[in-house]
């Protein structure tokens, strides 16, 4: 790259540079193109090739950002962080009441055909006995996909926080920042035993130990 | 040696379903004195307060969970003996190994059956 003659402007430039990456925030268009004038303004005489060349990287950089924030604010980020989060984790909320009232329905009856057995002859009480087992048994369903929905819904809450973080990252106008940053969900601090890592609920089928196989595990451990 | 089916049997889940389900499939197989909490700090108190010949716990509980439960009885000489079965949707290995560490009596993962809870308590308590 051809080399920029030295002015009196370098030394502002420098300056200007130093207090945009003092900030800390994400480098507005404004700014990029501020620097980019100071950068022509530092050139004297003749613009070489490379000169030239680099003025329109950092044009083409700027149009860049200036492009990926108007998709972003198409996207209606606020919208998915105020809106379609919040929606789709009370719907799982309300799923997780539903189950839970009629599996207690179920379990209402259960306990009915149970007293009912007592007053029963000895083998159709019996009979009685086995159907109100498998329905006890059944019932397990409603803590599972519980447990299952609660993992959705911090899924949810992760997603909503990395929105928040490309809201913050692309400024203001481009929906709402966050008041208070919510910490993220993998960031939640571990006791002195670091047990939250043994807390990840109901596995998928296909990787969770079956009970055969956690019976092997415990009879193998001393 | 015969099992005593009146002994004081504590049983603890945040889910109030499977707190029934299991008093439930416990007074099926004979069990009568069941007690229930809902969270390892309650069950603490009453594994405190109460003589208990059994504790079958869930493992993701708040604020304090089962497996902080289990370390407890453990460290307290008056409840340490006391036969402690985890059951719990926690199906991972490391889980079972350190349950296992804690000092767990058996581990049964969810969903369960009756015919496995019945075959834990039978490998602690001989047949009844």
Not at chain 1, 101 to 112: F, K, P, R, V, W
Not at chain 2, 70 to 88: H, Q, Y
Not at chain 2, 106 to 113: A, Q
């Amino acid at each position: 790259m051809a080399k920029l003659a030295k002015t009196a402007n370098d030394d502002g430039l420098t300056r200007r540079l130093d207090k945009i990456a003092a900030d800390a925030k994400p480098v507005e268009t404004a700014d990029i193109a501020a620097v980019v004038d100071a950068v022509m303004q530092t050139l004297s005489g003749d613009v070489s090739a490379g000169e030239f060349h680099l003025y329109h990287e950092i044009e083409e950089i700027a149009d860049y950002i200036q492009s990926a924030k108007r998709e972003i604010a198409a996207i209606r980020p606020d919208e998915i962080r105020e809106h379609y989060i919040p929606s789709a984790t009370d719907e799982l909320d309300a799923i997780v009441d539903a189950t839970a009232e009629a599996t207690g329905t179920i379990l209402d009856s259960a306990e009915a055909l149970e007293q009912l057995a007592g007053e029963l002859p000895a083998e159709m009480a019996e009979k009685l006995r086995t159907l109100s087992t498998r329905i006890f048994e059944a019932c397990n369903f409603q803590d599972v996909t519980g447990q299952r929905i609660t993992k959705v819904v911090r899924a949810l809450k992760h997603i909503e926080h990395k929105v928040d973080a490309v809201l913050a990252a692309f400024g203001e106008g481009h929906g709402q920042k966050p008041e208070k940053p919510e910490k993220p969900v993998e960031e939640t601090p571990a006791d002195a035993d670091d047990e939250s890592k043994l807390l990840n609920g109901p596995q998928l089928a296909e990787n969770a130990n079956n009970q055969d196989d956690i019976d092997a595990l415990f009879a193998s451990l001393k | 040696m015969a099992v005593d089916m009146n002994m004081n049997v504590l049983i603890v889940d945040d889910y109030k379903t499977m707190l029934r389900i299991i008093r439930n499939l416990l007074k099926q197989l004979g069990f009568e004195n069941v007690d229930e909490a809902t969270d390892g700090g309650s069950a603490l108190m009453k594994l405190r307060d109460r003589n208990y010949g059994l504790v079958i716990s869930d493992w993701n509980m708040e604020p304090m969970t089962g497996l902080q439960l289990l370390k407890e009885v453990r460290a307290d000489n008056k409840l340490k003996a006391v036969p402690f079965v985890m059951i719990t949707a926690e199906s991972k290995t490391e889980n079972v190994v350190a349950a296992k560490a804690a000092g767990v009596t058996n581990y049964i993962v969810k969903p369960f059956n009756a015919a496995t809870l019945k075959q834990k308590l039978t490998a602690i308590f001989g047949d009844f």
